[in-house]
């Protein structure tokens, strides 16, 4: 059974940083596309970040780039997200993805985790 569940969320005052981590099982994910999305309240879900698993190239969208490193534990099979210098409205719940597919959109992601809900206080 496979599995992504994410962790690392909280409150955090703006200026602050997290580390979400995203711990993957029940399959092998070298062949993987690693996505980070998050989903603010009333709005659209939103690409954050992807790596490929294995040879560890990362993408980020300009919305993303300078605040947002994605990285991978090989031995932990765990996939990070650090958010550095947060505001307000990275406030959301923030989802890990495993796709097939080099790709920004989450219909290419097959699996899903449950979230880990980011709250920025200003």
């Known amino acids: 059974q496979v599995q992504l569940v994410e962790s690392g969320g909280g409150l955090v005052q703006a200026g602050g940083s997290l580390r979400l981590s995203c711990a993957a099982s029940?399959?092998?994910?070298?062949?993987?596309?690693m996505g980070w999305f998050r989903q603010a309240p009333g709005k659209e879900r939103q690409f954050v970040a992807r790596?490929?698993?294995?040879?560890?190239?990362?993408y980020y969208p300009d919305s993303a780039k300078g605040r947002f490193t994605i990285s991978r534990d090989n031995a932990k099979n765990t996939v990070l997200l650090q958010v550095n210098s947060l505001k307000p409205e990275d406030t959301a719940v923030y989802y890990c993805a495993a796709g097939r597919s080099w790709s920004r959109y989450e219909f290419d992601y097959d699996y899903w985790g449950q979230g880990t809900q980011v709250t920025v206080s200003s």
């Open positions: 029940g399959r092998t994910f070298s062949n993987y596309v």
């Open positions: 790596i490929m698993w294995n040879r560890g190239m990362t």
